[in-house]
């Protein structure tokens, strides 16, 4: 990974930069554009209680991942030792309950973090916390774009748009439904 940015997420902004700019040695757009389709790579850091069920959440990712909507890139636990430090944690150290076997997940640990990103998510945890990352691509259009590749175009562009800059020009009564 590379640089982290100073803002935090309930900012709207990302602290955690996952190196869109540096797919595979090119740029991201690069990427996808030699790619036949590859979706955006996002990731979500969740602080939960050491003791927290987790089943529940569990269950929902890995529906989410049979159903094709992401691919599972990286699945880390981070705790803090006594002197504030991040520690890996096996994805077993999860409490999932006994209706859930969280051993389904054992090798989705891909260390795509690294020591930076480690610190910054141990600064945000309480001692009694641990946080859970989800590294995934978002496959949503993987068979939208399978399709318009098949009728002879391909992929201009793709990427993110962050929630407060669309926040700024989206008024709530101009939303679809509302």
Do not use: C
Request: aromatic share 6%; glycine share 8%.
């Amino acid at each position: 990974m590379t640089e982290l940015a100073p803002h935090h997420a309930k900012d709207f902004a990302s602290p955690i930069d996952l190196g869109r700019e540096h797919v595979g040695g090119s740029s991201y757009a690069e990427a996808m554009a030699t790619l036949t389709y590859s979706g955006p790579v996002d990731y979500a850091v969740f602080a939960v209680p050491r003791n927290a069920q987790l089943g529940a959440a569990l269950r929902t990712l890995l529906a989410r991942i049979e159903l094709g909507a992401i691919e599972l890139l990286d699945l880390e636990v981070i705790e803090r030792d006594a002197d504030g430090s991040p520690v890996r944690r096996p994805v077993t150290a999860l409490e999932a309950g006994e209706d859930f076997d969280v051993r389904v997940f054992d090798g989705a640990e891909s260390a795509v973090l690294d020591d930076e990103d480690l610190a910054l998510i141990a600064a945000e945890l309480s001692a009694d916390d641990r946080a859970i990352v989800v590294v995934y691509e978002d496959r949503s259009l993987a068979e939208v774009a399978a399709q318009v590749t098949s009728a002879g175009g391909q992929l201009l562009w793709a990427g993110g748009i962050d929630v407060a800059d669309l926040a700024k020009v989206v008024e709530p009564s101009s939303q679809v439904g509302a």
